[in-house]
């Protein structure tokens, strides 16, 4: 199959370009020393702030496109994506809290950690809601019931700020950006996306026995609240984390497993795989555009996205329409 081999070339050009495009204008070669050695103020705006910066882009994107697919596949829905199931929405609500109150100052870790935090409690609530032997429907109301309640919340705290500085750092935060993080936001999401990945990627088989029908996955020895458990656990791991330290970045999960579920075909245990790629490389793509196109105003990654993604999620629905019709 020749789209992961492209991908993965995609993946790697455009994480070259990631750690050679920037403010700091040097050659190749002396970028390329300064990443390896880290002498001088090349070698710390290469290793300190352009390295960590591609690395986020890459889990980011990756986890995002796979949770997608992951998603989609589980529900046999192609609408369906990662914020469905509200974890993205309480991560952020969980943030939001944090700058309000102003305890994301007391220390640097405070803001990640108050998401990841109200990420676990947004689990809990979705297993809850949904009961043990829940089937998808009961996931996906449990999610919208998180999800609006999140979103609820959210707006109640902007619209009770006193503060209007907050206030526009809590905005500018929900845009999602992947500027001005360094090696401590990378150990913070990596743990959460390897062991979320792992385990959304374990559930391969039984995502493509889902494709079936739950009855049918049932009578072929699929454990149906095992999986969905699994599922649950490993998307809101990757979704709480990306989001702690990206902020909200939209679209990916929606898009990417529909753009390639053409060379893929219907299996998810493939699907999952290649949108985890083209998920990295959208994002790396979208991040490098934030850098070029407005160069001296700090444009938003979450922002671009939506550009992006909201026009070909709308040529995607268009074009699917007209091959029923």
Request: charged share 10%; hydrophobic share 55%.
């Amino acid at each position: 199959m020749r789209l992961f081999p492209i991908l993965s070339i995609l993946l790697m050009l455009l994480f070259c370009a990631s750690l050679l495009v920037g403010h700091t204008t040097a050659s190749i070669g002396d970028s390329l020393s300064a990443l390896i050695t880290g002498d001088g103020p090349l070698g710390t705006v290469m290793q300190d702030i352009r390295l960590p910066r591609a690395i986020l882009a890459v889990l980011v994107g990756g986890t995002l496109g796979l949770a997608g697919a992951a998603m989609q596949g589980y529900l046999r829905n192609p609408l369906a994506e990662p914020g469905l199931i509200g974890i993205s929405g309480a991560a952020s609500l969980g943030a939001v809290l944090s700058l309000q109150t102003g305890f994301a100052g007391l220390f640097w870790l405070a803001l990640p950690l108050s998401a990841l935090g109200m990420s676990v409690l947004a689990v809990l609530g979705i297993l809850v809601l949904a009961g043990r032997q829940g089937r998808s429907l009961s996931l996906i109301l449990a999610g919208i019931a998180i999800s609006a309640l999140s979103g609820a919340m959210t707006s109640l705290v902007l619209n009770l700020s006193p503060n209007p500085y907050a206030t526009a750092e809590i905005v500018f935060w929900m845009m999602g950006s992947l500027s001005d993080r360094s090696f401590d936001h990378v150990w913070i999401a990596l743990p959460f996306c390897i062991i979320g990945g792992a385990m959304v990627l374990s559930l391969g088989p039984a995502l493509n026995a889902l494709s079936l029908g739950e009855d049918t996955a049932a009578t072929m020895g699929i454990h149906l609240a095992r999986t969905r458990l699994t599922l649950v656990i490993g998307v809101a791991a990757m979704i709480g984390a990306t989001t702690a330290v990206a902020g909200a970045v939209g679209f990916v999960g929606l898009v990417i497993p529909h753009i390639l579920r053409r060379w893929v075909g219907a299996r998810p245990s493939t699907l999952m795989g290649a949108s985890a790629l083209g998920g990295a490389v959208m994002i790396l793509a979208a991040d490098l555009l934030v850098r070029l196109v407005l160069p001296d105003r700090d444009l938003k990654l979450g922002v671009v996205m939506a550009i992006l993604g909201a026009p070909l999620f709308l040529h995607l629905i268009y074009k699917t329409r007209a091959d029923l019709s």
